[in-house]
């Protein structure tokens, strides 16, 4: 399946990581890449909380460092997935020329920022990452298979 995800939280180093690393995992022929609306966190790594949860899965997201979502990175993106509503909105107003899909990766609960919260809410949150991305590949699986 060749498709280009981009995966879009606040700072780029909670939500998004964890969830741009589960994509890469579950749809290894995808182009998948993470990126935050906000410029404050650019260059940093993934929060430690963030290394730690998807650790617990077996995933190394040590390597990773925030950039801030901008029309370069958008190019050839088939599809984005926010971690809140509010974000679809934010992208399709600072993006107006962005022709491909916007929408929350959990359908109907927007995931829930954990930055400064202890690690237990890192785990739920990174547990609802995972659930979200089990279910966009089944609904990806769905289209492809024509149901």
């Known amino acids: ?28 022929d995808a182009e998948v890449a993470s990126a935050g609306l906000e410029w404050a966190t650019t260059g940093w790594s993934a929060d430690d909380y963030s290394v730690r949860a998807m650790a617990e899965h077996g ?10 979502l901008t029309e370069g990175l958008l190019e050839g993106v088939d599809i984005v997935l926010t971690m809140e509503q ?3 909105g934010i992208v399709r107003r600072r993006f107006p020329g962005f022709k491909g ?20 809410v890192f785990k739920e949150v990174c547990q609802q990452i995972a659930e979200g991305v089990d279910d966009f590949c089944q609904t990806l699986q769905g289209k492809a298979s024509g149901q």
């Not at 959990?106 to 995931?111: A, F, H, P, S």
């Not at 829930?112 to 202890?118: A, C, F, M, R, T």
């Open 1 to 28: 399946m060749e498709l280009n995800i981009m995966v879009v939280c606040l700072g780029n180093i909670c939500r998004s990581p964890m969830a741009e690393a589960f994509l890469k995992a579950r749809l290894p």
């Open 59 to 68: 995933i190394d997201i040590s390597d990773h460092r925030a950039q801030r």
């Open 101 to 120: 899909e916007v929408r929350r990766l959990c359908k109907g609960t927007d995931v829930e920022d954990p930055y400064g919260y202890p690690f237990s």
């Open 86 to 88: 509010d974000q679809v």
